[in-house]
């Protein structure tokens, strides 16, 4: 967390207007056995909604990226099942398919007015709230 | 002898809770509602200077407390209240860290790591570790009786423009609730957290400070008021510890009187 910290520090220091943040989907749903995971994950996401509120003034946009763990390199069999429903794409996701085309739409000027959001690509498995 | 002020049914009778950071406060209300439905309550205090006096008081009511001095951020302090409290009570069943010393405003692109981050998780994200470490043997025992409770913020859900590193520690001590209520589940142990703005001592500082804070604090609250730390927010406290929340746990409730309508 104070990795992360350091990080937005610096990039606002150098002046950057889109910044990114990615966390595991365990950041919402929780993880047994991986509680220190989900809790620096859950952290970094709502540093992400008060950064967005307190550099929204300077036009610097803050968003998160919440993908499924296993882009981690967490194992999802020790998360358990966060949802009683199967995933609704039956395709797992991919880095360059799938989390790096919204950090392309995420530091778009597309994205001009979307800050202190959370984009969950996780195949539709977390659906919350 | 007078009697408590809230409705008392007994509901509580026979268990014992610690509440961190009772010596005031939220803390304080929460654990006179506890006690007021019967519940043996251990004051969890930084000094026995504002602990003993809750104590005191609530034995004066009829209640059954004790104040054991403690340091949150240090684990074997925790584990030593924890241990002083099943000496004298014979069990613990509820444990809710409350605890939290911080939250000055600041800007996130200066902040200091150690002033703002580490002081806040020392008493936010480590004390709920301490504090459930230390008592999950003694919840586990207790089995469908066990809860653990945290009071976070709704900041920890919305993020905060004046104070951006408060959010993130209580939104980690909501992840952590979240893992715990899955982990700790098959035991019959439940984790939820309370979200309360509340009149404490910091809060009504800031009131006293700032007049128009508290207008516009009312304002955007549909129910025009700050919340009671005992009636309001030692309520939901009450329910998460009683057996009417048995089937409910990984929750948050936010008791803001509205303000808050993210769900």
């Known amino acids: 967390m104070r990795e992360a910290i350091v990080a937005f520090q610096g990039a606002h220091k150098a002046g950057h207007t889109r910044l990114i943040a990615i966390v595991p989907t365990i950041a919402m749903s929780g993880a047994p056995q991986l509680a220190h995971i989900a809790a620096t994950a859950e952290a970094i996401r709502v540093m992400v909604k008060s950064a967005a509120r307190q550099w929204g003034a300077d036009g610097i946009t803050v968003n998160c990226i919440a993908v499924a763990p296993e882009l981690f390199g967490i194992d999802t069999a020790a998360v358990g099942a966060v949802s009683i429903a199967p995933p609704a794409l039956a395709t797992k996701g991919t880095i360059a398919d799938d989390l790096v085309p919204l950090i392309r739409l995420a530091s778009s000027v597309d994205a001009h007015h979307l800050t202190g959001a959370t984009l969950t690509a996780d195949g539709g498995i977390w659906m919350a709230p | 002898m007078t009697s408590f002020p809230s409705a008392n049914s007994g509901r509580l009778a026979g268990r014992t809770a610690i509440v961190t950071g009772a010596g005031q406060g939220v803390g304080e209300g929460i654990a006179r509602r506890l006690a007021s439905e019967g519940a043996n309550v251990v004051i969890a205090a930084r000094r026995a200077v504002t602990g003993e006096p809750v104590a005191e008081s609530i034995q004066a009511l009829g209640g059954s407390a004790i104040c054991v001095e403690t340091d949150i951020t240090n684990r074997e302090s925790v584990a030593a209240c924890v241990a002083s409290t099943v000496q004298r009570f014979g069990a613990l069943h509820i444990m809710v860290h409350n605890a939290f010393r911080g939250g000055l405003p600041h800007k996130l692109e200066e902040a200091d790591l150690d002033r703002h981050w580490k002081h806040m998780s020392q008493t936010g994200v480590w004390a709920v570790l301490h504090t459930g470490q230390a008592?999950?043997?003694?919840?586990?025992?207790?089995?469908?009786?066990?809860?653990?409770?945290?009071?976070?913020?709704?900041?920890?859900?919305?993020?905060?423009?004046?104070?951006?590193?408060?959010?993130?520690?209580?939104?980690?001590?909501?992840?952590?609730?979240?893992?715990?209520?899955?982990?700790?589940?098959?035991?019959?142990?439940?984790?939820?957290?309370?979200?309360?703005?509340?009149?404490?001592?910091?809060?009504?500082?800031?009131?006293?400070?700032?007049?128009?804070?508290?207008?516009?604090?009312?304002?955007?609250?549909?129910?025009?008021?700050?919340?009671?730390?005992?009636?309001?927010?030692?309520?939901?406290?009450?329910?998460?510890?009683?057996?009417?929340?048995?089937?409910?746990?990984?929750?948050?409730?936010?008791?803001?009187?509205?303000?808050?309508?993210?769900?």
């Open chain 2, 135 to 263: 008592a999950w043997p003694h919840l586990r025992d207790a089995g469908r009786h066990g809860r653990f409770i945290i009071v976070t913020s709704p900041s920890g859900v919305e993020g905060s423009a004046n104070i951006p590193l408060y959010s993130p520690v209580k939104a980690a001590e909501r992840a952590i609730a979240k893992s715990l209520a899955r982990e700790w589940g098959p035991s019959g142990v439940t984790v939820n957290c309370v979200a309360p703005v509340a009149a404490s001592p910091a809060l009504l500082s800031a009131f006293e400070r700032s007049p128009a804070l508290q207008a516009a604090l009312e304002a955007r609250t549909p129910l025009g008021r700050v919340g009671d730390p005992e009636s309001d927010i030692g309520s939901v406290a009450l329910f998460f510890a009683s057996d009417d929340s048995a089937y409910v746990t990984g929750q948050t409730i936010v008791c803001d009187g509205g303000s808050f309508l993210g769900l």
